[in-house]
T-cell receptor, first 106, second 112 residues
Framework: KNEVEQSPQNLTAQEGEFITINCSYS?????LHWLQQHPGGGIVSLFM???GKKKHGRLIATINIQEKHSSLHITASHPRDSAVYIC????????FGTGTRLQVFP | NAGVTQTPKFRILKIGQSMTLQCAQD?????MYWYRQDPGMGLKLIYY???????DKGEVPNGYNVSRSTTEDFPLRLELAAPSQTSVYFC???????????FGPGTRLTVT
């Protein structure tokens, strides 16, 4: 059983739609990371958050540490947002979620 | 800071050959990791290190070896390459806990 569960696994959207990706984890952590990987590309860190909410452009990440849940929102989605989104946290290893594959069509 | 660097970017090996994938970071991170990513799949941990001189196996260590003689460098050695080792290899580093994760650009390895 994966220690970090993401939903949905796959997501298809039309350009302009509001996107939400969810992440649930089972242990107490100090911070959660959201990562992005474009097809055939490298892994980019989008957010690290310990509480509340962070915003960067059209991307918003929220976390509820008590409920062990985080969400990544994309407002006004665009085809260039098509990528795999991964939530993660640090222990002595990096623990990754199952990933959400997002495709945004024009 | 250069962040996490990996060399080479691409490599084609013949079955049975050996090679070393290089990874270096200039942020004085104590934690370093090697992951492999097969097409369409997630990241699988090969080896990791919590500090210079300390290494430990991840979930898929067979066919690989590592060393961590300095804080900066964490090379991954492939001995007797096999087609099953065809993958993209990512190196990562962090101070752990509530610190940022940093990833190298990846090495795309094909074994034929």
């Amino acid at each position: 059983k994966n220690e970090v569960e993401q939903s949905p696994q796959n997501l298809t959207a039309q350009e302009g739609e509001f996107i939400t990706i969810n992440c649930s984890y089972s242990v107490g952590i100090s911070a959660l990371h959201w990562l992005q990987q474009h097809p055939g590309g490298g892994i980019v860190s989008l957010f690290m958050l310990s509480s509340g909410k962070k915003k960067h452009g059209r991307l918003i990440a929220t976390i509820n540490i008590q409920e062990k849940h985080s969400s990544l929102h994309i407002t006004a989605s665009h085809p260039r947002d098509s990528a795999v989104y991964i939530c993660s946290y640090n222990t002595d290893k990096l623990i990754f979620g199952t990933g959400t594959r997002l495709q945004v069509f024009p | 800071n250069a962040g996490v660097t990996q060399t080479p970017k691409f490599r084609i090996l013949k079955i049975g050959q050996s090679m070393t994938l290089q990874c270096a970071q200039d942020m004085n991170h104590n934690y370093m990791y090697w992951y492999r990513q097969d097409p369409g799949m997630g990241l699988k941990l090969i080896y990791y290190s919590v500090g210079a001189g300390i290494t430990d196996k991840g979930e898929v260590p067979n066919g690989y070896n590592v060393s961590r003689s300095t804080t900066e460098d964490f090379p991954l050695r492939l001995e007797l390459a096999a087609p099953s080792q065809t993958s993209v290899y990512f190196c990562a580093s962090t101070w752990g806990g509530s610190y940022e994760q940093y990833f190298g650009p990846g090495t795309r390895l094909t074994v034929t």
